[in-house]
């Protein structure tokens, strides 16, 4: 990304960190249809721009079945 060198233990740690997180959205929206409630707001809009960036790092957490409120 922008030309750098990843470094893939550093990512492969940051999205095992980041599972524990989804698994807590996934209960949040299980029970409510956005983030912050039953309205769209900016919150969720805030969550946008770093799904497409782990897609464009090649992770493909954010469409794992086993949450299925957060895919």
């Known amino acids: 990304y922008l030309g750098l060198t990843p470094d893939q233990a550093v990512f492969e740690k940051h999205i095992a960190n980041l599972g524990p997180k989804l698994d807590a959205y ?7 249809k956005y983030v912050a ?4 707001t900016l ?3 805030f969550h946008l721009p ?9 992770s493909q ?5 086993s949450r299925p409120n957060v895919v």
């Open 26 to 32: 996934d209960v949040i929206l299980s029970k409510q």
């Open 50 to 58: 770093y799904g497409w960036l782990l897609a464009a790092a090649g």
């Open 37 to 40: 409630g039953d309205e769209f």
């Open 43 to 45: 919150a969720d809009l």
């Open 61 to 65: 957490i954010l469409y794992d079945e």
